[in-house]
């Protein structure tokens, strides 16, 4: 009953609002005051600075900058695999896509083409393909890396819902994944073939940023017209490898990553949910 109410509750708030006032916040240099919250907030959610590039609370202006903070060399070492997983965070959901449907909860799919934004051409590569579905937590570091090398091709802004991405969330709102605020970053790999990597907005998320966008700070929104937006990258030739930096959220939110027919193998006795970070590989058993 309580995680009904609490996601009914999700269906009133005046979530755009709030998201704006939250992104205008977290862009405040407030002294003391942004220094106190900050504090709380790592207090509150146990984030581990000894990590940070910077250690220091009191040498962050404002609190994206604390949010979005890089890591110390060698902080998260690359495994030796094929694939890494991108993010820290937990692997919520991770496994075949069913023809075009991907599974998000006990009662819950979305498919491809609703989750890139309709291209049915685009979403046609990954029939019968692989996903995995990765949650960062408050505390986790929010910067987002390369699974593996890969080549740009397009960027594709899908504005939408601010629903909250958690796991109560995802059990109770349909194709929640498909309906959230979104950038759609999709790749070629000479050894893997085509791959996506979509960022999920929610509630409070402030923006999402990228390293090669043409704006200040790489944050593609706001601006959130309404209005879907689409870059083409083939003649810029911009690649990145395993383990570079991509992007970052503002606060908040999830990575959903689409893979070709089999371009992954993993054991049944792998199993899906646990914490795992930046260094280690994306399942016991993931290889080509």
Known sequence: MKNRITVATQYLLPKQAITALAGKLAHLQGGSLTTSVIRWFVKRYNV???????????????????????????????????????????????????????????????????????????AAKFKNGHFACLYLSPKDYHRIHMPCDGALKSMTYVPGDLFSVNPTTAQGVPGLFARNERVVCEFTSAQHGSFIMVLVGATIVGSMATVWHDAANGIINPPRTGNMRTWKYEKRNISLKQGDEMGRFLLGSTVVMLFQKDALEFNNDWKPARAIQLGEVMGNNTQL
Do not use: W
């Not at 220091?56 to 890591?71: G, S």
């Not at 060698?74 to 965070?89: E, K, S, T, W």
């Open 48 to 122: 581990n600075m000894n990590e940070a590039a910077q250690p220091d609370i009191n040498a962050y202006k404002t609190f994206n900058e604390f949010f979005t903070r890089p890591l110390k060399n060698n902080a998260r070492p690359l495994a030796q695999a094929d694939f890494i997983c991108p993010v820290d965070g937990a692997i919520s959901q991770f496994g075949n896509i069913k023809a075009d449907q991907i599974f998000q909860a006990k009662g819950h799919a979305y498919s491809t083409t609703a989750l890139v934004g309709g291209d049915k051409d685009l």
